[in-house]
């Protein structure tokens, strides 16, 4: 059994967000995230990324856009 940690987890839309920060700069923490996302995504997860940039300079607007994908999520459900 694999075990992996998302910043935040949806059970009912089986949907992670992750917000990506400086470290996700780093090209081998970017391809470890990669993977991590196919495998979690060969499994039925969806993932939305968000930089963590745009959360602090534009959060209204990412609050929005998430609410926007949910809908769409919960649509699809």
């Given amino acids: 059994m694999l075990t992996f940690v998302v910043d935040f987890y949806c059970h009912e839309l089986i949907l992670a967000l992750e917000i990506d920060g400086i470290s996700h700069d780093n090209p081998q923490n970017k391809a470890s995230d990669e993977k991590r996302q196919e495998l979690l995504e060969s499994h039925g997860v969806k993932f939305i990324r968000i930089p963590d940039k745009e959360v602090k300079r534009n959060l209204d607007g990412v609050m929005r ?13």
């Fill in 65 to 77: 856009y998430l609410e926007m994908k949910v809908m769409g999520l919960q649509e699809q459900a």
